[in-house]
């Protein structure tokens, strides 16, 4: 039986996409493990045929607007290499906090590993019609104003509201 009910269905569509840290950790809140997010992103749009259309990085959640022949794969590749780095960054510098947290906080099943990172599945809801994907890049660029954390979307420094006033964001993003 799926240990959720979300599928990617037609890789014809874009789909949104949330993918979020165990237990709500803040661990973006460190900047270089934001910076992870941000290149393994950006290999997954040179090198794995990953479209981005919009995204932003909270403390402790993603959200992606993303479209990929191979999206399910896209996901579990990036999930994984984000969740090594980010414990060997964590490692490197002496966060003990959050590695005894994420060791336990693993789930049992997951035997490769002594730590869980990310919450699993990233729950991809298909997105069908402009007025639809426009509704979902609003609320991605209003989630940290929605937060309190600026007065405005492109004020938020991981985030693709940038790039849709026209400025260059920290990543390429396609348009829809």
């Not at 039986?1 to 874009?14: E, F, G, H, I, N």
């Not at 609320?139 to 104003?145: A, L, M, R, T």
């Not at 991981?158 to 993003?173: E, P, V």
Request: with cysteine.
């Amino acid at each position: 039986m799926p240990r959720t009910s979300y599928k990617v269905y037609d890789t014809a569509y874009p789909y949104f996409v949330t993918c979020s840290i165990v237990d709500w950790l803040p661990l973006f809140s460190i900047r270089e493990i934001a910076e992870v997010v941000l290149k393994s992103l950006s290999f997954h749009q040179e090198n794995r045929k990953l479209s981005l259309f919009a995204y932003v990085i909270m403390e402790n959640h993603i959200h992606l607007i993303a479209q990929s022949t191979e999206l399910q794969k896209n996901m579990r590749t990036f999930k994984s290499y984000t969740a090594r780095q980010i414990i060997d960054i964590l490692k490197t510098n002496g966060h003990r906090f959050y590695l005894n947290k994420l060791r336990k906080l693993k789930l049992s099943h997951h035997s490769d590993s002594m730590f869980q990172v990310w919450q699993e599945g990233y729950h991809p809801k298909q997105l069908v019609g402009e007025k639809m994907i426009k509704q979902k890049i609003n609320y991605i660029h209003h989630n940290p104003v929605n937060r309190g954390y600026v007065n405005k979307p492109e004020h938020w420094r991981y985030s693709s509201a940038q790039n849709y006033i026209g400025n260059d964001g920290l990543l390429t993003i396609s348009r829809i």
